[in-house]
């Protein structure tokens, strides 16, 4: 009988956070892709996408997601080091050869908290900000216009976030 505190225990216990995990995530997803696809009466479908809502910085999605995103973040570094195991020395040989069963799955991993990255980034496009020159009194004044959030995205942290997004460990 395999005991809690043991190695199969918390491997449980951390695949069943997982799941947990991945349930909040595709709980979110569905229920915004079934406001997507609701659309009002006589409209078409590029009227209902061009009324966005805009993410608050502060909402109770955007806490949530954000824990979700730094716990992908830190499953991809934990997956990371994966990548320099691959190659490795046939005896038999006597050459460099790659193990294709890690290589399969660190990259399948990868690919997979790459997904989460790709994610936020589509988020950040989305999420408003407070203006600047609205700081001085009280909490400010969220910018929810739409080309406004993407320029300030794109002049900021974009060309980072695509760098970071880019699949150089799993490409050989």
């Given at each position: 009988m395999v005991k809690d505190d043991t190695v199969p225990g918390k491997f449980r216990r951390w695949l069943r956070s997982i799941s947990d995990w991945l349930e909040i995530v595709l709980d979110c997803l569905s229920q915004r892709l079934k406001r997507i696809g609701k659309t009002p009466a006589g409209n078409s479908v590029d009227?209902?996408?061009?009324?966005?809502?805009?993410?608050?910085?502060?909402?109770?999605?955007?806490?949530k997601w954000n824990k979700?995103?730094?716990?992908?973040?830190?499953?991809?570094?934990?997956?990371?080091?994966?990548?320099f195991y691959i190659p490795v020395i046939d005896d038999?040989?006597?050459c460099l050869d790659m193990d294709q069963k890690l290589e399969i799955i660190a990259s399948i991993l990868r690919s997979f908290t790459d997904i989460f990255y790709v994610l936020h980034i589509i988020f950040q496009f989305r999420t408003g900000f407070i203006a600047p020159s609205s700081r001085v009194f009280g909490r400010g004044v969220l910018v929810e216009d739409a080309k406004?959030?993407?320029?300030?995205?794109l002049s900021s942290y974009f060309w980072i976030d695509i760098l970071a997004v880019l699949p150089l460990p799993q490409v050989h």
């Open positions: 009227a209902a996408w061009s009324g966005k809502k805009v993410l608050d910085p502060q909402g109770s999605f955007l806490q979700i995103f730094v716990l992908s973040c830190v499953i991809a570094v934990s997956i990371d080091p994966l990548f038999s040989k006597k406004a959030i993407a320029q300030r995205y």
